[in-house]
């Protein structure tokens, strides 16, 4: 018999779709077996006699995961079509760019207070085991807030019932293995959904929070474009405000509605930071719970890492190209030392070490001259380690393989790339948004985006001046072409 790959898709996604639509109309159907998870504790450290040593990572059955990933995608797409999820949310949006969104708009409301010398007070609030926290009744609940189909409802709902998993802890000779445990608190760990759930639990804190009316006005020139008073990234919360007063209302109004939905914060990862004139203000923040612990003021010369960008008064952009360079250059000689062929040590730098650097384009204010430089290190290192020849044309490196040349990314065409689509997108996203509109016309070379001007080179009118001078001006060879010339001549 003839395989024919299409047609066993077919025949397998009609069983699956079939047995899906039996789940969702009765979720006494899905065996327990297909909600059963295995957590594998892998440890941090070598103190393996501490359990808060130790990282969970549950794995869960595929068909299970794709069963939920339907309704994700159904639940994402009516949240989309009715705009339910607040704006200052950026965790699993679509269409978005993520926590680099939020860093640069966190980056353009710090340059605004060190350029214009204004106040800023702000709280950085860190959840205790989050994930592991909110009540499943909650979690059903706000499903029923934002009027998700009753079917999905009733099938989560019955799903959750069954949510089990095992422990697994694997020693030197033998593997230890937990009894059955019931998950009755908390969102299931590896589910494709769960992310989304958590991020609807948190989402009515952004309407109450915009309710009050306060926060950090983002201007353009003596106009103020938008009033900004938290930064939302799943659970990772920034808060704003213009006045300490602000602050002090908009911390007990979060604290309050975290307590609601049985969350709390780890106060020892939480930080106030007040900015008055470019000068830190020491100003502590007491909760409202029966321990009365109190969040604690930065003072100078101290650090908070925010969406794994360490901050101040500003983002520390030389100590960031430092500390990631130092990275990126270890990374290289963890490669090389593996003495991999040259395909695969190619692959493995562009898949293992290239990344280090690739999340801060767009965010740290890198030269041409930081990332030549960075480049002539590897160089040097792929030289050290008789990788490349001192004698070798150094352009070769970053062609593709189809060109004859070895395939390594050329990290400032990425990083130029990276830029433009950060650019792309907010100028795409100013005409629905009113907070990336604000941010469009603030970001005066506060971030590397440069969002003026670059809204300014997108206008029609200078777009048409672009086209003429192109179909007007000289017509000047390329150096390729100069180069063959040359090369022929000889």
């Known amino acids: 018999m003839e395989y024919n790959n299409n047609n066993n898709n077919n025949v397998t996604r009609s069983y699956l779709a079939r047995h899906f639509n039996q789940f969702k109309a009765d979720a006494g159907n899905i065996p327990d077996y297909l909600v059963q998870g295995v957590t594998y504790l892998l440890p941090k450290s070598e103190d393996c006699q501490d359990p808060s040593k130790y990282r969970p990572i549950t794995c869960l059955c595929t068909i299970y995961k794709i069963y939920t990933a339907c309704i994700a995608e159904k639940i994402c797409k009516h949240l989309d079509t009715d705009e339910l999820l607040a ?39 860190d959840y205790r085991r989050a994930f592991h926290s909110v009540p499943h009744s909650w979690l059903i609940h706000v499903l029923q807030i934002y009027k998700i189909d009753p079917q999905i409802i009733n099938s989560l709902q019955q799903l959750m019932k069954k949510w089990t998993t095992t422990l697994q802890v694997k020693m030197k000779n033998h593997r230890i293995m937990s009894d059955l445990i019931h998950i009755q608190r908390g969102i299931y760990q590896g589910d494709i959904l769960s992310p989304l759930r958590f991020c ?10 915009n309710r009050t009316n306060y926060g950090f006005g983002i201007h353009s020139g003596n106009q103020e474009m938008q009033r900004l008073n938290h930064i939302l990234y799943v659970d990772d919360i920034k808060l704003c405000a213009a006045t300490n007063n602000q602050l002090q209302e908009l911390l007990p109004l979060t604290d309050t509605f975290s307590r609601d939905i049985k969350m709390v914060f780890g106060i020892e990862k939480c930080k106030t930071l007040c900015i008055a004139k470019r000068k830190l203000e020491m100003r502590n923040f007491t909760t409202e719970d029966d321990d009365d612990d109190t969040m604690d003021a ?157 809204n300014q080179m997108n206008s029609p009118q200078m777009k048409n001046i672009m086209t003429k001078s192109r179909d007007n001006g000289p017509k000047k060879p390329c150096m390729a072409a100069i180069r063959m010339t040359s090369a022929n001549n000889m």
């Not at 609807?200 to 929070?209: D, E, G, I, S, T």
């Open 200 to 209: 609807l639990a948190l989402n009515l804190l952004p309407y109450l929070l």
């Open 298 to 454: 930065m003072n100078e010369g101290d650090m908070y890492r925010y969406l794994d960008h360490m901050q101040a008064k500003q983002i520390k952009h030389v100590r960031m190209k430092h500390k990631l360079g130092k990275e990126y250059l270890n990374h290289t000689k963890n490669v090389l030392n593996t003495k991999l062929n040259g395909k695969n040590m190619i692959k493995a730098v562009n898949t293992y070490v290239t990344p280090v650097l690739t999340f801060s384009f767009g965010l740290v204010k890198w030269t041409p001259t930081d990332l030549e430089n960075l480049q002539t290190k590897m160089r040097m290192l792929l030289t050290r380690y008789r990788f490349h020849h001192p004698g070798a044309a150094k352009e070769r490196l970053t062609l593709t393989r189809q060109m004859s040349g070895r395939g390594l990314i050329d990290i400032t065409r990425l990083h130029d790339k990276q830029v433009k689509l950060l650019q792309t997108h907010f100028l795409n996203k100013q005409v629905t948004s009113s907070l990336r509109a604000a941010v469009v016309k603030a970001d005066d070379r506060c971030t590397p985006l440069d969002l003026v001007r670059a």
């Open 87 to 125: 704006e200052e949310q950026k965790g699993c949006i679509q269409n978005s760019q993520g926590c680099k969104e939020q860093l640069i708009i966190d980056s353009v409301v710090l340059e605004q207070v060190h350029k214009d010398n204004r106040n800023l007070y702000t709280a950085y609030s």
